[in-house]
C-alpha cells in the first residue's frame, strides 16, 4: 500500500527566513512525487513534480525538493519566505498501476509572519 | 487555455436532498478524477474517468454517489440522498496521458463546497 505522510500539520516563519516543510512516503514501486499548493478560497495548484529523473526538482516561486529514496522523503523547502507563501501545502504520490490516483498527505498549513 | 472548471462554487442543503455537482475539464484531458475533502481529514480520490469510462471507482464511499462523464468531456457526481458525513469540499481534476497518467500533472478545478444540514 501507498501512504504519505506530512510530520507537521503548522509550520510557520518569518518572512525571509527559509521554510522547510517535511514529507515522508511508503510506496512499493517507483513513485511519482507531487506538492500541490492551495491559497484560501482558490484551488490546487502544481509546486513541483519528481517523475524519476533527477533527484533535486525545481518548481514555481523559489521552491525546491529533494527526492531521497534512502529515506523515503521528498522535503520542500525554499531559501526566504514571502508573505504570499502563506498557503495550505499537499505532498502527494501517484504510483504505477493506480491509474493515475493521487494519494495526499495531511496537508501543512504555512503561516508566514512580517 | 481555460482551466478546470467546477460548478456550483458553494451548496448548501438538508439530509436527504439531492445535489449535483459539475466537472469541466481542461479540453482534449481524456482523464478526469473525482477528490473529496472531508473536514479534518486528507483529500481523498473517489473516481476515475478515462474519455467516457470508469477507469477506477474504488473510492467511491457507496451507492449514493453516482458518476457519470457525459460524451467524455464535463463529469458530474450526484449524491442521492445526501447525508451529513457527505459534507466537504469536492475536487475535479484532468490531466492528458502522453506519459502514463501516473506521472501527469492533474490540473485541479477550484473545488465545491457541499454543506449538508
Known amino acids: 500500500a501507498q501512504s504519505v505522510t506530512q510530520l507537521d500539520s503548522h509550520v510557520s516563519v518569518s518572512e525571509g527566513t527559509p521554510v522547510l516543510l517535511r514529507c515522508n512516503y511508503s510506496s512499493s514501486y517507483s513513485p511519482s512525487l507531487f506538492w500541490y499548493v492551495q491559497h484560501p478560497n482558490k484551488g490546487l495548484q502544481l509546486l513541483l513534480k519528481y517523475t524519476s529523473a533527477a533527484t533535486l526538482v525545481k518548481g514555481i516561486n523559489g521552491f525546491e525538493a529533494e527526492f531521497k529514496k534512502s529515506e523515503t522523503s521528498f522535503h520542500l523547502t525554499k531559501p526566504s519566505a514571502h508573505m504570499s507563501d502563506a498557503a495550505e501545502y499537499f505532498c502527494?504520490?501517484?504510483?504505477?498501476?493506480?491509474?493515475?490516483?493521487?494519494?495526499f498527505g495531511q496537508g501543512t498549513e504555512l503561516s508566514v509572519k512580517p | 487555455e481555460a482551466g478546470v472548471t467546477q460548478f456550483p462554487s458553494h451548496s448548501v442543503i438538508e439530509k436527504g436532498q439531492t445535489v449535483t455537482l459539475r466537472c469541466d475539464p481542461i479540453s482534449g484531458h481524456d482523464n478526469l478524477y473525482w477528490y473529496r475533502r472531508v473536514m479534518g481529514k486528507e483529500i481523498k480520490f473517489l473516481l476515475h474517468?478515462?474519455?467516457?469510462?470508469?477507469?477506477?471507482e474504488s473510492g467511491m464511499p457507496n451507492n449514493r454517489f453516482l458518476a457519470e462523464r457525459t460524451g467524455g468531456t464535463y463529469s458530474t457526481l450526484k449524491v442521492q440522498p445526501a447525508e451529513l458525513e457527505d459534507s466537504g469540499v469536492y475536487f475535479c481534476a484532468s490531466s492528458q496521458d502522453r506519459a502514463g497518467p501516473y506521472q501527469e500533472t492533474q490540473y485541479f478545478g477550484p473545488g465545491t463546497r457541499l454543506l449538508v444540514l
Open positions: 474517468f478515462v474519455k467516457e469510462s470508469k477507469q477506477d
Open positions: 502527494v504520490v501517484s504510483v504505477i498501476y493506480q491509474g493515475g490516483k493521487l494519494i
